[in-house]
């Protein structure tokens, strides 16, 4: 634990599902994890237990609504003013919040990543830095069936359907439009190595940031 006096600097890491913002995030994890704690918003996703559990996959789960943003706001404040936090722990296999909740100090750099983190403006308003990472569909989608399936315990055609119906058109409508709001956009449809360049001149910006904290 590491509590800071000052107001975190706290980072927006967007971009749309398999972009590869969960690995940007652990690599400026890296610079100093003694100093940097992360928050996913797929850890608020809404407790579906109150839907049939034969209803819970017809559910819109890739719009602003499908997420508890309000209680990610108060997070958001209690960390803007020096108070920990319990983030949620949910089970994507049941759409069900899990009984253990995950404590989180406030920490000089506070990074928040996830596809749906612009698009409410009261949360956008604490982030002191946005990057959206940017990816083709094609890359997105072989990604985000990799992860369902590998991780999520979905079968191959539900992942699929899930992306065609929800989270491709949602992606157009609620995420792409995020690129407005960026202060830096990585392109991550290449190679590792030029990744690998963004990252670096990303993590370079974190340590100064640490640098001006101390």
Known sequence: MNNTKKPPFIIAIAGGTGSGKTYITKKIHEVSPDNIVSISHDNYYIDRRDVPMDKRDEINYDEPAALDNRLLLEHLKQLHNGNQIDIPQYDFTTHTRKRETHRVYPMPVVIVEGILILTDPEIRS????????????DVRLARRLQRDVGERDRDYQTSINQYLVSAGPMHDKYVEPGTEYADLIINNNSTVDRLTNSILTLQSRIKDILGRCK
């Open 126 to 137: 604490f982030f002191n830095l946005i990057v959206f990472v940017d990816v083709k569909p």
